[in-house]
Each structure stands twice: as structure tokens, then as C-alpha cells.
């Protein structure tokens, strides 16, 4: 079973950059669709972004325009490039495939975007 680990979020000032990096074991990573995805305080989860095993990128409005999502194949890396951060951005961010799975949700990386 591949498991995902998520690293990389902070405390980030209004309009700083952050970049969340998740690590995937398991040879069979190349071959599925990628996405991170936040969960706001005292909101549900959501979907931020996806990165098909090609490449190709969807984002959610929220983030368009801001957010770079990318892989690398041969490391088994999902990255996820964060500007102009917003106070808005603020959450927990999740690694998980697309569609998620429910095994393959981990702890993730918490993103504060503060003055």
C-alpha cells in the first residue's frame, strides 16, 4: 500500500511563499492522478488541486493563479508551490490521490498565514 507523508508548512506572513512536498512510497505512483487538499479551520476538507499522472493541472479558484502543483515521477514527489498566500489559506493540507483514499489520508503539514 502506498503511503503518503506530507512536510513543508509553516507560519507564513500575508503574500509569502511556502512550498509542501509529499513523499510517496510504492512503485506504482506514476501511474495515478495526485492532489493536495486543505482543510480550513472549522471547515470540512477540500479539494485544492490535482496533478494527473501526465501532468496536466486543475486548481480550485481559490487558488488559481497562486498555486503551482508538480511531481517528479522518479522520486515519488508531489510538490505543491504556494504565492501570494492569503490569510484565507490557512489550514491543514493533505496529500491524497484523486479521488482520495481513505487509508492513504495522513497527518499532514499545517499552513498559518498570519501578520
Known amino acids: 500500500q502506498v503511503q503518503l507523508v506530507e512536510s513543508g508548512g509553516g507560519l507564513v506572513q500575508p503574500g509569502g511563499s511556502l512550498r509542501l512536498s509529499c513523499a510517496a512510497s510504492?512503485?506504482?505512483?506514476?501511474?495515478?492522478?495526485m492532489g493536495w487538499y486543505r482543510r480550513a479551520p472549522g471547515k470540512q476538507r477540500g479539494w485544492v488541486a490535482t496533478?494527473?499522472?501526465?501532468?496536466?493541472?486543475n486548481y480550485a479558484d481559490s487558488v488559481k493563479g497562486r498555486f503551482t502543483l508538480s511531481r517528479d515521477n522518479a522520486k515519488n514527489m508531489v510538490y505543491l508551490q504556494m504565492n501570494s498566500l492569503k490569510l484565507e489559506d490557512t489550514g491543514v493540507y493533505y496529500c491524497?490521490?484523486?479521488?482520495?483514499?481513505?487509508?492513504?489520508w495522513g497527518q499532514g503539514t499545517q499552513v498559518t498565514v498570519s501578520s
Open positions: 510504492g512503485s506504482i505512483f506514476s501511474r495515478d492522478h
Open positions: 496533478i494527473s499522472r501526465d501532468g496536466g493541472t
Open positions: 491524497n490521490f484523486v479521488p482520495p483514499r481513505v487509508a492513504n
